[in-house]
């Protein structure tokens, strides 16, 4: 798992101030000519290399991803929250307050972020020496700006969380700036590590010998935009899930009224936008999947029908416990709201749609069978729904039952007051039903119609999807205009099995990053890089799937157990007030 | 537990009753489809299913209490509750003894592998297959090669991959596990392969190897010393390539095209 580890590798070289590079040659002779003298492979720690650089990649990727993506939504709220206190200081102080809890989890995360990129880095030098020589003659001066960025980087997420309360009323501008530097600077460090990861998947700027042509064309290798986007909203999904997850933690300890309502706000405001994300990642999802098959087809055999092809029926089983958990915690939320009791009565309705659908979603087209259950080709009934267009059929109606159950929520407890509300109301449900038939009817015709053309069909299906959003919420925004709010939302008042969920909808999505970071990382098989470096280790072959399902869940245990310690020290430096809690605008950070 | 508003509706069936009778139709169901649904699919249809049936007990205060107060015993309860409840209870047991018994009691079939349609084979190995000059694009095909195709597949490969392609074969019926002769006219077969990735099919088989299908190896690999021990090495290389050809003409599918040429890689 040593793509990831290139990324650690700069942590590492910034902990111990730059006093690797000169020793791996940036600034000597170039350690790629002396590369006789570089021992391949060296084992420096007690397990197997592989192992221990899979391990310390993983944590590292895990923690960078949430002290990349916290700052995101921290800084949206912080700054939505600007702009409401013009209106409505007690709102703006609330969101705040929001924002200042999220980025509370920074510093010690932040640390731990650093720690486990030294030790990646480490264990790379350590144990790939040959390697580690050639993507630092190659990556040099990516080697010697990244540092730059990082304690950029550094300083401003210091500046930022501690210099929250001075930097209010009139300075709060420059604590807005601040925030806003630390995103660019850490997405910068993000991009110019994914182009060493990349690089080792879809090698460019070199030639067939390896010998660096274009520095240019190596970073801006084939994979590095996809995953850059990929890895940018993954992040937010990540980080925002774990959010929630503090919040559900600070709900369950909570000792007041007060403290509980601020926590299930902060929960909800995290699971809300863990699914707003959520709807782009498949096609992002896409879009990186597209880009390796275009560079080799060799990774299209290797992640779709090899051996790592079973690895993504696992992804949409887990895939699926994201999405019905997400919408459980939603509909779940409705018994904060009195008056909401005509919309619960829908719920069972779209919980047989979502169960349905992701039945569908899992079906795998190949299937596991006993030597008696196998019909030796695919089965005549199942087999239909293993393939493209029931599953976009499947996938985009899920996704259409999760917008509804969204405007049921905002609708819960309100009155609409305009004059052509009921007639509004049929217009918008009508638009949706038109919505949902489309989607099914391309679905149909795509699944009798040519390769190509289905593919066209399954985009057609997402446009009409974004399209029926778009024009169903713009409606909907002026029909709850001025709405009357029958009672006010009960925050505090969500079951704690809710707050469970939370949790497990963090632990989920750790999981799942990790899985998927082994299949990102296992398709090269085996290179180091892909066509140009073989892997010429004594575990050079891939793990069977439960090995790396176990290593998976351990490594995701030992993040939990880590971010405990990180959430037990933020919670050590509460403040002492809390803001005051009157009813917080629903909906309005979505 | 939180007070919430209770939704007003009144069951005539115990909840839990409702929810064991859900699973039990939901299983026999699925167990009643022909052919047969492999045991790891209906595992996971049945996981969905009563993951769907906890979401709904538990998204209502007083569906959980209805739940839980279906298994206390209250005065004056009639004989068919109780029945009801002793039935519920035996299910849960009833479903642990049964799984145990099927994990453990003796078989005599191989164990359910999980079958990848197309092995995983290295770059490297692909790399050592030359597309002949006459082969390697679509457009200057031959139509003599394929029609020389045409002959060598009706001859070798048509008994079990059918003269329409479709896997269809006379003889495909004889092969059932874990999978028949490949429908070269699915989505899934040779449209999404290389043309090196086909040709390295031909020359590994899969009967003599660990990938699981009753294809035999039908061109000798280059250097390879066990060639003529094999089962079948009936054609040549040039015939082998006929073979591809033919199968991609016939089926209207291209071959996919392999990685970019690494001078492309450096340029971009």
Known sequence: MTARGARGGLAWAVVSGLALLPAAGLFAEPAWAQAAAIR????????????AVWIAAQLHLDFAAFVLAVPMFALAIELFGWSVARRDRAAGARFDWLAHE???????????????????????????????????????????????????????????????????????????????LLNVFGTIVMFIANSWATFMMTPGGVDESGALVSLYGAVWNFGWMPLNVHRLVANITFGALLCA???????????????????DWMGYTG????????????????????????????YGVTLMGGVLSWLFIIQAIVIAILFIGAAYYAWLGLLRIPGSEPQRRLIPLFNVALIAGFMVWATPHTMAASIEESTGQFHPLLGA??????????????????????????????????????????????????????????????YFAPADV????????????????????????????????????????????????????????????????????????????????????????????????????????????????????????????????????????? | MTDHTPLRRQPWVPLPVAVALVVIAAFVGLKLVRPVIPQSVILLYMGFIVLGLVIHITLEDTRIARFSGFFQSGPGEGILVKVERVAVLALLPAVAAWATYAGLRPQYAPPVEIFQRHPTVGEATLAQITVPAWAADPATWREADIAAGKVLYTANCAVCHGENLDGLGPAAAGFRYPIRPANFRDVGTIAQLTLPYVYWRLTTGGLQNQFNSA????????????????????????EGWQVILYLYRATGYTPRVEALPAAAHASH
Not at chain 1, 169 to 179: P, V, Y
Not at chain 1, 247 to 263: G, I, K
Not at chain 1, 467 to 485: C, E
Not at chain 1, 516 to 521: D, F, I, L, Q, T
Request: positive net charge.
């Open chain 1, 40 to 51: 391949d492979y060296a084992e420096p720690a007690l397990i197997d290399s592989r192992l």
């Open chain 2, 215 to 238: 294809m035999p190896r039908w061109v000798a690999a280059p250097g390879d010393a066990g060639a003529s021990a094999l089962h079948s090495n009936d054609l040549t290389p040039d």
């Open chain 1, 245 to 263: 997850a503090y919040a559900a933690y600070r709900f369950l300890s909570a000792r007041s009224e007060a403290e509980r309502a601020l926590y």
């Open chain 1, 271 to 298: 699971n809300l936008i863990a699914l707003f994300t959520m709807l782009f990642l498949p096609f992002a999802g896409y879009y990186f999947g597209f880009e390796l098959f275009a560079y080799s087809a060799t």
């Open chain 1, 102 to 180: 999220m980025a509370r989890l920074l510093p010690a995360a932040y640390s731990l972020t650093a720690i486990s990129g030294a030790l990646l880095g480490m264990l790379l030098f350590a144990a790939y020496p040959r390697l580690m020589a050639y993507m630092t003659e190659t990556f040099g001066p990516t080697f010697a700006v990244y540092p730059l960025f990082f304690v950029l980087e550094t300083v401003c997420l210091y500046f930022w969380y501690y210099a929250w309360d001075r930097l209010q009323g009139g300075r709060k501008w420059a604590h807005i700036l601040l925030g806003l």
């Open chain 1, 385 to 446: 729904l293993g393939l493209m267009a029931p599953k976009m059929i499947a996938v985009t109606l899920i996704l259409v039952v999760l917008y509804v159950s969204y405007l049921l929520y905002r609708r819960a407890g309100k009155v609409p007051v305009v004059p052509w509300a009921r007639a509004g109301a049929r217009i918008e449900w009508g638009l949706i039903a038109l919505m949902a038939a489309i989607i099914f009817g391309l679905g149909i015709y795509g």
């Open chain 1, 454 to 590: 289905r593919i066209q069909t399954s985009i057609w299906q997402i446009l009409v999807l974004i399209g029926g959003i778009l024009v169903t919420f713009v409606l909907d925004l002026f029909l709850l205009r001025g709405a009357k709010t029958a009672a006010a939302v009960r925050w505090g008042s969500m079951p704690r099995r809710g707050q469970y969920v939370l949790i497990l909808l963090a632990f989920v999505i750790v999981w799942l990053m990790g899985l998927m970071g082994y299949a990102r990382s296992g398709a090269r098989l085996n290179w180091h890089v892909f066509g140009l470096i073989q892997d010429t280790s004594a575990s050079a072959g891939l793990p069977t799937l439960g090995e790396a399902a176990i290593v998976v869940t351990l490594i995701t245990l030992v993040f939990f157990a880590l971010l405990g310690v990180a959430f037990a020290i933020s919670a050590l430096s509460g403040r002492s007030e809390l803001p005051a809690f009157g009813e917080p605008r629903r909906g309005a950070v979505a």
